[in-house]
């Protein structure tokens, strides 16, 4: 069975500050990732994902995040926060070994305070 | 851009009614998709569908059914609504295969008195 784990499900970050929004995940095959941000009252966006290649992946709004295959980890980053970043963000995986669809972490509220 | 849209955004029922919640999405995608939100569980699968009349149960198919007659429409039924669910209910599309990313519809927020 395939799993993902956010360790943390507040973070808090100044403005300029850079942040890390940390996922651990659990699958038999070769994962695929992505992470996805969820504003107030609105569905999810596609940030990123991984599925093969360079480990530093780039996204939308300045995001990236760094796939650790020893430590099974895909956790987010981004170099300087803005308030505009405050949101719920989700990671989640997928086993590219089957047809199983999506497995969403719990979830990690990011507030960027000025 | 993909438009995934969903027929309520707020939609109060009561214990025992049959609701529906619609999903159409604008792409031709063939894989569409069924979660509920709950705070602190993340998103859940419900069900999904990878073509027109195929459905596959997701993590947490009781309770719910789901139909898709047409391509760009997959819609969820609750036969008997019940308190346990209230929840945010999001409909996702996608084109095949597992490393494609889904786009998500904004939401209905389902309350069951």
């Known amino acids: 069975a395939q799993s993902v784990a956010q360790p943390e499900d507040q973070v808090n970050v100044a403005e300029g500050n850079p942040l890390t929004v940390k996922c651990t995940y659990s699958?038999?095959?070769?994962?695929?990732l992505f992470w996805y941000v969820q504003y107030p009252n609105r569905g999810l966006q596609f940030l990123l994902k991984?599925?093969?290649?360079?480990?530093l992946v780039k996204g939308s709004y300045g995001f990236e995040a760094e796939f650790n295959k020893s430590q099974t980890s895909f956790h987010l980053k981004k170099p300087s926060a803005l308030v505009s970043d405050s949101a719920l963000y989700f990671c989640?995986?997928?086993?590219?070994?089957?047809?199983?669809?999506?497995?969403f972490g719990s979830g990690t509220q990011l507030t960027v305070l000025p | 851009d993909v438009k995934v849209t969903q027929s309520s955004r707020y939609l109060v029922k009561r214990t025992g009614e049959k609701v529906f919640l619609e999903c159409v999405q604008d792409?031709?995608?063939?894989?569409m998709f069924w979660y509920r939100q709950d705070p602190g569980l993340g998103l859940r699968l419900i069900y999904f569908?990878?073509?027109?009349?195929?459905?596959e149960k997701g993590d947490i198919p009781e309770g719910y059914s789901v139909s898709r007659e047409k391509k760009e429409r997959f819609s969820l039924i609750l036969e008997s609504a019940s308190t346990n669910q209230t929840s945010m209910y999001l409909c996702?599309?996608?084109?095949?295969?597992?490393?494609?990313?889904?786009?998500f519809g904004p939401g209905t927020r389902l309350t069951v008195l």
């Open positions: 996702a599309s996608s084109i095949q295969g597992s490393y494609n990313e889904q786009f």
């Open positions: 699958v038999s095959g070769n994962p695929y």
């Open positions: 991984y599925i093969t290649g360079d480990n």
């Open positions: 989640a995986v997928s086993d590219s070994g089957s047809a199983r669809q999506l497995t």
């Open positions: 792409m031709d995608h063939e894989n």
């Open positions: 569908s990878y073509d027109v009349k195929m459905k």
